[in-house]
């Protein structure tokens, strides 16, 4: 009677899980359920704008701003802490197995049985039994194998390599978000000094158009002329439709970065003329702390290491496995003599197939760490014609501004000109004004030329891979990060380069990956208040001295 209530009990959860295996098989989201979350998202996004205390912002503070509320930068550092709680996790891997254990059992009717003598042949027992039909039995068992010891630990320090390579990917993440920061926040600048004149000079080359047009009509002048004015005129319409989208881009994206909502009033105060770097002396340097700092080759480095300890790992699995063992029982068999006990043993087992299969993951390991490190030298490689890229285009970026500069003061003496000669009469109001659209063309280029020269000299930072904040740096506390950013700055802007000789960083060699992962990520950034106290020198990008307009600067350049 008992085994047909069992058996009808299993029949019946045999019967549930079918029918519930039949609705495993997803369904997609309705257009509520996605409205729903868009709603919520949307209302999560809200409360995570962070509004200005005051409507200026400077370079530093819009950088700050960037890092510590960028969703980027977030998520990069949530990637560190999972890779630290896995760290953790393996570590444990390391204990030993520690089960308990419990049971029942039962049956309808006793476990009976009789003994036949081994050299007779004959029955020598009565049928017997030393089990009750229904009994209990519970238990703790203690096991711990140097194999999954040896193995265990060699995968934990594979994780701890994981680890360091989710802080370079959050190393690479800020050094893109500074370089994208600064090249928006001058883009931004530039929109908030022009975006004010394009507007009336789109009116008023509208105007031209339409008298030009009217002109035509009226067979004034003669149409080849006039057609051949439209089209003068058209083209700066669409230098400036073009100019305007830029600049009115540039402060949308300024918005984004820094994390407060779209339409919120933003004043640029940083000046444009801090600028004094002139071109660069020491390639060589740059491109050695190219090698030594880019996240990058960093990243493939710790590959090479992950990839190494698998040899270590699968070296160890060729071994003989040596294992204690360990329980203590309960059973509640009233039948036994003693319902408790203990016992220990030691067991050794060796696995021969492992002696074919060890050698074979052994050389796919060897195999793995040599294309990584092809994949190193071949970035290597790369990472130094980048390097060398945006030198070049820093300089060219020096060259650019001083010809844009030369054409913006030569639209302003026009434009002058073009005043004093329609207020005497020698020129018609639509020669005025469109001397004045092409000097505010140079303007608008000057500005644009200015900004893309800061956005250079950031992305030549950015190339080489030096930090403007470390990657463990706390980005909650916004005036501390804030100067530390200007500090940064400041030392980026004068030329002052980091020294990477060995003897100088030598104490790093003998860091744990513990202590890595807590490390700053670079050299800190060289403090003015600091310049007088002893220093190993560090190469400079030629600073220039005091005093000196971005003008003067790039006039230098060229001498």
Same mark, same amino acid.
């Given at each position: ?47 995570? /704008? ?35 709680? !896995? ?13 308990? +254990? =419990?049971? /029942? ?52 320090? *594979? ?7 989710? $802080? ?61 004015? *439209? ?9 400036? /439709? ?8 540039? !402060? ?39 090698? $030594? ?7 493939? #480095? /710790? ?15 060729? #071994?003989?496995?040596?294992? =204690? ?32 299969? @060890? ?5 796919? =390991?060897? #195999? ?30 020096? &060259? ?5 500069? *030369?054409? &913006? ?7 002058? $000109?073009?005043?004093?000669?329609? !207020?005497?009469?020698? *020129?018609?109001?639509? +020669? ?12 608008? +280029? ?5 900004? !893309? ?13 030096? +930090? ?5 740096? &706390? ?19 004068? @030329? ?31 403090? #003015?208040? &600091? ?15 005091? @005093? ?12």
């Amino acid at each position: 009677m008992r085994l047909k209530t069992l058996f009808r009990s299993g029949t019946a959860v045999i019967g549930l899980v079918s029918l519930t295996a039949c609705g495993i098989r997803p369904q997609p989201m309705t257009m509520n359920e996605n409205i729903t979350r868009a709603v919520n998202d949307r209302s999560e996004i809200q409360k995570h /704008y962070v509004p200005l205390a005051t409507p200026e912002l400077s370079l530093e503070q819009a950088i700050a701003r960037a890092l510590a509320y960028n969703y980027q930068i977030e998520v990069a550092k949530l990637e560190i802490t999972q890779q630290e709680k !896995q760290l953790d996790l393996s570590l444990t891997n390391m204990l030993p197995q520690l089960a308990a +254990d =419990a049971g /029942y059992t039962t049956r309808n009717n006793n476990n009976a049985a009789e003994s036949i003598d081994e050299f007779t042949n004959q029955r020598s027992l009565d049928y017997s039994y030393s089990e009750v039909p229904t009994h209990g039995t519970a238990d703790v068992q203690f096991s711990w194998d140097l194999t999954d010891i040896g193995v265990s630990y060699f995968q934990a320090r *594979q994780q701890g390599y994981r680890a360091l390579i989710a $802080v370079e990917r959050r190393r690479r993440a800020i050094n893109t978000l500074v370089r994208n920061t600064a090249e928006v926040y001058w883009r931004a600048r530039a929109a908030q000094a022009i975006l004010p004149k394009i507007d009336p000079m789109i009116a008023d080359a509208r105007v031209m158009l339409d008298n030009s047009k009217h002109a035509a009509d009226a067979h004034l002048q003669n149409p080849l002329i006039l057609l051949d004015y *439209q089209q003068n005129v058209m083209q700066l319409l669409r230098q400036l /439709y073009q100019m305007r989208n830029d600049l009115v881009s540039a !402060q949308i994206q300024l918005r984004s970065f820094i994390n407060v909502a779209p339409g919120t009033p933003v004043t640029l105060i940083t000046s444009d003329e801090v600028l004094t770097a002139r071109p660069i002396q020491d390639m060589a340097k740059l491109e050695e702390i190219t090698l $030594v700092m880019r996240p990058e080759l960093r990243e493939e #480095s /710790y590959q090479q290491k992950i990839s190494r300890q698998d040899i270590y790992a699968q070296i160890v699995r060729m #071994s003989p496995g040596v294992g =204690a063992l360990g329980s203590e029982n309960y059973d509640t068999n009233k039948l036994l003599y003693n319902n408790v006990w203990g016992q220990v043993g030691v067991r050794a087992t060796f696995n021969l197939m492992n002696l074919i299969r @060890g050698p074979r993951a052994i050389a796919v =390991a060897h #195999s793995a760490i040599d294309a990584s490190r092809a994949r190193q030298m071949a970035l290597s490689v790369s990472l130094i014609a980048e390097t060398n890229l945006s030198a070049q285009q820093y300089l060219n970026s020096l &060259d650019m501004l001083a010809s844009a500069r *030369q054409t &913006d003061d030569i639209g302003k003496q026009m434009e002058t $000109v073009a005043t004093r000669a329609t !207020q005497a009469g020698a *020129q018609s109001g639509a +020669d005025m004004i469109r001397h004045e659209m092409a000097g505010l063309i140079a303007e608008v +280029d000057y500005a644009r030329t200015l900004a !893309q020269t800061h956005g250079a000299l950031a992305n030549l930072y950015n190339s080489v891979g030096l +930090d403007i904040v470390p990657a463990n740096a &706390d980005l909650s506390h916004i005036d501390h990060l804030t100067a530390q950013v200007a500090r940064s700055i400041t030392a980026w802007k004068s @030329g002052v380069l980091p020294d990477m000789t060995l003897a100088n960083n030598s104490a790093a060699g003998s860091a744990t990956p513990a202590q890595i992962i807590h490390a700053p990520a670079a050299p800190p950034p060289i403090d #003015s208040h &600091d310049a007088g106290a002893p220093q190993s020198n560090p190469p400079r990008l030629a600073p220039v001295t005091g @005093g000196q307009t971005l003008s003067q600067i790039t006039a230098a350049s060229h001498a």
